[in-house]
């Protein structure tokens, strides 16, 4: 490979939570191992070097005073999305800088509800929605995703259209690929969504931050892409925070066609006085979306895809009683340990502590509202993830 995935990031002392904290309340790794960061969505591999070559030629310049978004960030993200995604047709005009994907659900909500409105949602459910819902006084109605006999996440569109309609819901958030399951939906699912929505006249947030992180065999659709009525009911957020790991320096845009929709967004946004551009998260994004961005990316999918089918097939052949749905996009999985617990008398907590103690920093899946659940991150060097997974079924699973 022309990129490195191999070398061990050491991101001690760099402020860097996944390494510096542990999640799991009164847990602590034993003396004789290292920490192994598998918990926050945040990758332990150097960025890409088109990123910091673009930083680097603003940083020689010694003034950061007030700024203008620059042409060539525009442009980045249409040629991005085209190259990509196969969106045709978007321009300057659609898109919208925020700082956060879930500051532009924050912004979205607040335009288009109102405190104590209820808002449907997929469960399990990435925590941070249910974080802004809560700051920002919604109920949230969950839709739970159900298992097929092949182990495969699926939407139950019958639920969600009966809780749509029960709770007078007419904003709804959507996550695709789907956090924590990684599912990449099908067209067909994407439409028969759509047409919920469209039944019963719903604005959609469209969380689409993963789409970059596509495993091999599987194809991202833009929400977005799929009809006129989709086009002008969406507000779609992006980001390269997790594609290249930029979390760090707070960046993301939103695509809006619908110009009533977004004429309100901006007011909304203008409101707040605080979501402006930072000119180095503007850079980045200029040379994340290079086409040696592009490469570099390629390859961390390979690799990715490397790190998920070897998790996924150590599960299957060492730790019974757990079970998993391979991902199909993202680079988490998402185990139900209920079996393992049942069989081995263990409460989730008991569990959660004995990987902690031998340094698979891991993170309680119950926040994403299904019980005796793990989220475990694997955008860590292949050697990192072999070690945890070794650790895991000697001292864990397998003691």
């Not at 310049?61 to 042409?71: A, D, E, I, L």
């Not at 007011?267 to 402006?276: F, L, P």
Request: net charge negative; proline share 5%.
């Amino acid at each position: 490979m022309k990129y490195d995935f191999t070398s061990i990031l050491d991101r001690r002392d760099k402020d860097a939570i996944s390494v510096d904290y542990i999640p799991i309340k009164g847990a602590e790794v034993k003396e004789g191992f290292d920490r192994i960061p598998m918990w926050i969505a945040d990758m332990n591999f150097p960025t890409a070097p088109s990123i910091t070559e673009k930083m680097a030629e603003r940083l020689a310049h010694p003034s950061f005073g007030y700024f203008m978004p620059r042409k060539e960030y525009y442009d980045a993200i249409i040629n991005w999305q085209k190259e990509r995604n196969g969106v045709e047709g978007l321009t300057k005009e659609d898109i919208g800088y925020e700082n956060g994907v879930l500051g532009c659900l924050a912004s979205a909500m607040q335009t288009f509800t109102l405190p104590g409105e209820r808002i449907l949602l997929n469960s399990p459910m990435y925590i941070g929605f249910g974080r802004v819902l809560e700051s920002n006084g919604r109920v949230p109605v969950l839709s739970p995703l159900k298992l097929d006999e092949d182990g495969v996440w699926r939407l139950d569109y019958d639920d969600m259209d009966k809780k749509i309609r029960e709770n007078d819901i007419h904003f709804v958030i959507f996550c695709t690929p789907h956090n924590p399951a990684g599912r990449v939906w099908k067209r067909e699912e994407l439409e028969q969504a759509m047409e919920v929505f469209k039944k019963n006249d719903c604005i959609v947030f469209s969380d689409e931050i993963w789409s970059d992180l596509i495993l091999e065999g599987h194809k991202h659709i833009p929400l977005q892409s799929l009809s006129d009525d989709a086009r002008n009911r969406v507000i779609a957020a992006y980001a390269p925070s997790k594609t290249f790991s930029l979390a760090g320096l707070v960046g993301s845009y939103h695509i809006i066609y619908n110009k009533a929709l977004r004429d309100r967004m901006d007011r909304q946004s203008v409101a707040t006085h605080y979501n402006s551009m930072n000119v180095l998260s503007m850079y980045a994004l200029i040379g994340a979306y290079e086409p040696a961005g592009a490469e570099w990316l390629d390859e961390l999918i390979e690799v990715l895809t490397g790190n998920v089918d070897f998790a996924c097939d150590f599960i299957y052949e060492r730790f019974s009683g757990v079970k998993v749905s391979k991902p199909e996009g993202t680079y988490m999985l998402y185990l139900d340990v209920s079996g393992w617990l049942e069989e081995h008398g263990m409460t989730e907590d008991e569990l959660l502590a004995k990987g902690v103690s031998v340094g698979v920093i891991w993170q309680d899946g119950r926040p994403f509202k299904f019980d005796n659940t793990i989220r475990m991150n694997l955008a860590l060097p292949r050697s990192r993830v072999e070690e945890a997974f070794r650790r895991l079924d000697e001292y864990v699973f397998n003691a």
